[in-house]
């Protein structure tokens, strides 16, 4: 029986919480805040739990006998409460990002080497249906070999809070999702970056709401990103809008989930002569079918990891390599330069 101490009690806290409140294998013991205990308290009594509400984590772990911490707090937190929680003798499954520099997330991933300890990093987007088949329907070889991955990302949330102070938030907060696809869909991992980032003179962020990203992948594709957190309306969804180009074709996803999402695939035949006419046909790629998904997948497959002692995708010695794409994007933007990975 896993005794979890859920440290950080926001929004995110409700996906976790229904996640796990109901499995046999594990019970929530803990809700470790940094001051609000009060909100802490709704929150137990929202989900009904009976857990205890601390200002410590160290504290909670001992009097709880805790055996899981879930990272729930803001990036600039991970640190400290990853490390410590590893180092109590936890195993870990947090919030991405891993950590707002490479230099602690070495460092937290080395410290989960040295400890015997799991961490795990959540990527939700990694467990959407339409993502599974698209990288299945690329792996089928239907494309040949994959030339360009493009990524389209444009919305206009207003969240208030951190993430309008971050220096990069577009980059920092939420483009480890769609490079983390990226490297999905590919099967490879990224070289090198050159990044652009930038605030348009209507946005109400802080720092540079808007960024493009050119990587260049293992095998010599190119990844590119284009990417706005106040776009002026043609909003994408959350996913982004894909294209992707290979030899033998290209394939393109609108990135809605769950209905009425659109595919296209154009097949380009070769003639004896060397001419090369173009096919257009429609194929419908196959829906992968998932009991869960998103959050409480991912969740899922890390609890199987625990158990059965494999890793996940989702383990921070692969998440490194996205958050590497993350942190040299931004180097590289403020340098001006590409940059290696």
Request: hydrophobic share 40%; with cysteine.
């Amino acid at each position: 029986m896993y005794k979890i101490a859920i440290a950080g009690c926001g929004m995110v806290a409700d996906e976790w919480i229904e996640a796990v409140k109901d499995r046999t294998n594990c019970t929530i013991r803990a809700l470790v805040v940094a001051q609000n205990v009060d909100a802490a308290k709704e929150k137990a009594a929202k989900h009904s739990l009976s857990a205890n509400v601390y200002l410590d984590l160290a504290t909670a772990i001992e009097k709880e006998e805790i055996s899981l911490v879930f990272d729930l707090t803001p990036p600039e937190y991970h640190f400290e409460t990853v490390t410590t929680a590893l180092k109590a003798g936890c195993d870990v499954f947090g919030e991405k990002p891993l950590a707002p520099t490479l230099a602690e997330a070495y460092a937290m991933v080395e410290c989960a080497e040295a400890t015997g300890r799991e961490y795990f990093v959540m990527q939700n987007r990694r467990y959407i249906p339409e993502l599974y088949a698209l990288r299945d329907f690329l792996r089928s070889g239907s494309l040949g070999q994959i030339g360009q991955i493009s990524a389209n990302f444009q919305l206009a949330p207003r969240f208030g809070g951190f993430r309008e102070q971050m220096d990069s938030p577009l980059i920092a907060d939420m483009a480890i999702h769609t490079f983390d696809a990226a490297r999905f869909l590919a099967g490879k991992n990224a070289v090198s970056v050159y990044c652009q980032e930038f605030n348009p003179v209507w946005s109400w962020y802080r720092g540079n709401a808007n960024a493009v990203c050119i990587f260049e992948m293992e095998d010599g594709a190119i990844f590119d990103y284009r990417g706005s957190w106040c776009a002026r309306g043609l909003e994408t969804s959350w996913e982004a809008k894909w294209r992707i180009t290979g030899e033998k074709g290209s394939a393109f996803w609108d990135g809605t989930v769950e209905a009425g999402y659109e595919w296209a695939t154009e097949r380009v035949t070769t003639g004896l002569s060397g001419d090369e006419e173009a096919a257009a046909v429609i194929m419908t790629i196959p829906k992968a079918t998932m009991a869960k998904t998103k959050h409480a997948a991912c969740i899922d497959e890390m609890f199987n990891a625990l158990l059965s002692g494999t890793r996940p995708p989702t383990d921070c010695r692969d998440n490194i390599k996205s958050i590497e794409m993350v942190q040299k994007a931004i180097e590289s933007a403020r340098k001006g330069e590409k940059v290696k990975i």
